[in-house]
């Protein structure tokens, strides 16, 4: 009998333990569940330069690294960046002047990586001269009104490449034009002798006729990159650099063949039939392997921006790029 008690006892003490054990797994399971990376929202516009985006979400390669990415579109970069500041989205594609600009009005945002620019050319910007002008030269724009819009990338670039051109700060005069379909119908009816623009548009407005005085295929000037939330840097950096690493693999199908892309291009970028047909003035596409910002360049944005009064807070490289998602 006292056998049989001791047999039991060990049975019931075995089975307390495994009861014990089960417990102890199933209560992992919630643990397992948080660690998967919170789904990070991403600003997008209807621009080429978030191609690599509206790839890697066709072809899967979010789901692939285990995050959810939803992007949101935006009609203008205003909106975009006023969901920034709303707390509404957590990443975007734009470029250092919004970096720097967001931080100075509060926003603490940081650019992970270049999205286009790391080479001259990716993110083509053109100042072009109307169909009836005979300007198509840097020296011939010399005290002639430029249609862009003031304060932004626009304006930035254009001081860039006419003072490389050889104009003086003063010879470069502006009329602020801020809605870029105005703008380009303006220059193609003549009503401005010339204006700045991004490709589609640059490209569109020299196959109807445009004449192409200077652009940035020979000179980076600026880059566009990707923005994100400081906040969403702290809270999910892994969850941030699994975007990356989808967002590099569709860019490395976009380096074997971006044309292949026409129809998502045609849909998501609202680039013209007539451009991508275009074999007299094809348009360009080129996309560069994710890369920290350079350094050199967010200086000299930064120093442009204090001298147009554009921030009232001093600003350092460190203080605008986050090597944290890359790393170099």
Known sequence: ??????KIFVLL??????????????????????DKP???KVGMMPITDNLPFWLAE??????DEGIEVELVPFPSALERDSAFAAGKIDAGIGDMLAVAAMNNGGTVVKAVSVGQGAVPGENRFAILSAPDSSITSPEQLKNVPIALSLNTINEYITDNLLVAGGLKPEEIKKNNMVKLPIRFEALLNGNVQAATLPDPFAT??????????VDNTENTVAQTVVIVRRETLDANLAGVQKMMRAYARAVEDLQA???QYDELIAEKARV?????????HPLRLHFSAPRLPDKQGVEKTIAWMKDHGLLQKDFEYNDLVDGRVIGE
């Open 58 to 63: 066709q072809k899967g390669y979010f789901r």
């Open 257 to 259: 063949d971006p044309r």
């Open 204 to 213: 569109l407005a020299e196959i109807k006729g445009a004449h192409l005085v």
């Open 13 to 34: 003490v075995v089975t307390g333990l495994l009861l014990v054990l089960s417990g102890c797994g199933g209560g992992k399971q919630p643990a397992a569940e948080n």
């Open 38 to 40: 919170a789904p990070i």
């Open 272 to 280: 013209p039939e007539e451009v991508l047909a275009s074999q007299a």
């Open 1 to 6: 009998m006292l056998g049989l008690r001791r």
